[in-house]
């Protein structure tokens, strides 16, 4: 059977959900240690953060260690995709059960780093997400791809290129087990 990224996403989803109770917590602190470290080596002001479901990394020890040096800023949902807001407090239930902070009048479309929940990531490095593809047509719009790092809470990777050209594509995979960096081809002068 040829595996398809509908097939991959269920299986991903299944492991995450099985996924043992008893060390979330450690799961969650390995996740954001990487995380803080990654950040420590690329030169950024403006963050895009999400806020975790039940099921996903839990990334807010990092978030507010990153709000006192950074500007931090969240989607806010629009339709078939966000916008970007400011981190603010308090945050609230929206759709999908997501916190989100408030609307804003501002309209941000500059980041230096996107950090994103996936469910899944292929060979290439390109998400497998839930299938709604907010975060594809919010890239989409962006004039300049941010450095870009997925987030996952159990290692869901497929060496196979199963996703569509418009999937995203992380720059770093950071999860529990292992950090994977994308590769970038040199091109030399004149070739």
């Known amino acids: 059977m040829t595996l398809t990224k509908e097939i991959f996403r269920k299986k ?13 917590l450690h799961r ?19 963050v895009l953060v999400y806020n975790s479901l039940p099921f996903e990394a839990d990334i807010s020890k990092s978030i507010k260690k990153m709000r006192r040096k950074l500007e931090i800023y969240v989607p806010f949902m ?6 970007m807001v400011p981190f603010r407090m308090p945050l609230k239930k929206k759709k999908f059960g997501i ?6 009048l501002r309209d941000i479309k500059k980041i230096d780093i996107a950090i994103v929940p996936s469910v899944g990531v292929d060979g290439n490095l390109k998400r497998v997400g839930f299938g709604k593809g907010m975060y594809d047509r919010f ?25 569509d050209v418009h999937d995203i594509e992380a720059d ?19 070739h």
Do not use: D, M, W
Request: charged share 30%; hydrophobic share 35%; glycine share 4%.
């Open 139 to 163: 890239f989409a719009k962006l004039k300049k791809k941010p450095f870009t790092i997925f987030i996952q809470p159990e290692l869901c990777y497929t060496k196979q290129h199963i996703c």
């Open 12 to 24: 991903s989803l299944q492991k995450i959900q099985n996924a043992y109770t008893h060390n979330k």
């Open 172 to 190: 770093v995979l950071i999860t529990p087990q292992k950090e994977i960096h994308k590769r970038r081809v040199a091109i030399k002068k004149g």
């Open 78 to 83: 629009e339709g078939e995709s966000f916008k």
């Open 28 to 46: 969650n602190a390995l996740v954001q240690k990487r995380l803080l470290q990654v950040l420590k080596k690329y030169k950024h002001k403006k």
């Open 99 to 104: 916190f989100e902070a408030g609307n804003t």
